[in-house]
């Protein structure tokens, strides 16, 4: 259309919404803040829409689902039971989208997202689906060098950590343990520090010190014996895992594929507790 029908059309639809959706400079033009959640929202209702017509004429799951999970657990746990997904459900595409401690998945177009940890959004719904055991661990050479510990109260005294930063706080989590019912934490030094699962598997068995990592990370590693576990009288916490999604209930049959797929997934594995359906 020509650029005046354009600009005429845009005005029209701010006044309508009653609010500015785009910041016009003699160069440029861009999205206000309004705008691109105005952009963001319509897209999703027009892909409901286009799923709940498809759905209504034949009800089988179509198009493309997306699902943000961190790199490790989707290699571990997702992957493996995607062929047969794909399969039982032909018209069906996944996209795998890897994921941080944080996500946003309205903005980051994601349909759904696995959490490691009690969510913080209060925005998103969704239900634990499992609980991850978690394993305090660590080099050869590093326990050759400060002592195999025997109880957490001999942690301050000479031991260190691999710190492990939270990528919204920029602090570090603590060591936890149960001990009698209850659950104790506590800080160690830590000469070095990572945002990232993989990278602090590497820094544990590097020797740089203690890690509580969850188990499905360091199987391998506890079985070639690169990584050892201690203080396994003084287990650390499970790992609660969330699945969760922007819309109370989703109806799309795709997404709706999804959640019910990793929720078996997870519920077929021996790594996990699953203590929830997703749906």
């Not at 025997?150 to 603590?174: I, K, N, W």
Request: aromatic share 6%; glycine share 6%; net charge positive.
């Amino acid at each position: 259309m020509p650029r005046s029908t354009g600009t005429e059309a845009i005005k029209e639809l701010e006044a309508h919404v009653g609010a500015r959706l785009l910041v016009r400079t003699t160069r440029r033009v861009s999205p206000t803040l309004e705008g691109q959640a105005y952009y963001e929202r319509c897209v999703a209702l027009l892909r409901e829409l286009e799923e709940v017509e498809v759905s209504l004429r034949d009800g089988t799951p179509h198009g493309l689902v997306r699902v943000g999970a961190p790199g490790a657990f989707a290699r571990h746990f997702l992957t493996p039971a995607l062929p047969a997904l794909l399969k039982h459900n032909p018209r069906l595409q996944m996209r795998l989208v890897p994921t941080g401690q944080t996500v946003d998945p309205v903005r980051e177009g994601i349909d759904c997202v696995l959490h490691m940890g009690s969510p913080k959004d209060s925005t998103l719904v969704g239900k634990q689906v499992a609980l991850l055991d978690v394993v305090t661990c660590a080099s050869p050479t590093y326990l050759r060098e400060y002592g195999i510990p025997s109880a957490p109260d001999e942690l301050e005294r000479q031991h260190q950590m691999v710190g492990y930063l939270s990528s919204t706080t920029g602090c570090h989590f603590p060591l936890s343990f149960q001990r009698a019912g209850r659950v104790h934490t506590l800080f160690l030094p830590a000469r070095v520090s990572v945002v990232e699962d993989d990278t602090r598997v590497s820094m544990a068995k590097l020797g740089f010190g203690l890690a509580q990592i969850p188990r499905y990370q360091v199987t391998r590693e506890l079985e070639s014996g690169q990584l050892v576990q201690v203080l396994a009288d003084y287990p650390a916490p499970r790992l609660p895992v969330f699945l969760l999604y922007p819309h109370k209930n989703p109806q799309s049959p795709r997404v709706r594929a999804a959640l019910d797929w990793i929720a078996a997934t997870l519920a077929g594995s021996v790594e996990t507790k699953t203590v929830a359906r997703a749906a």
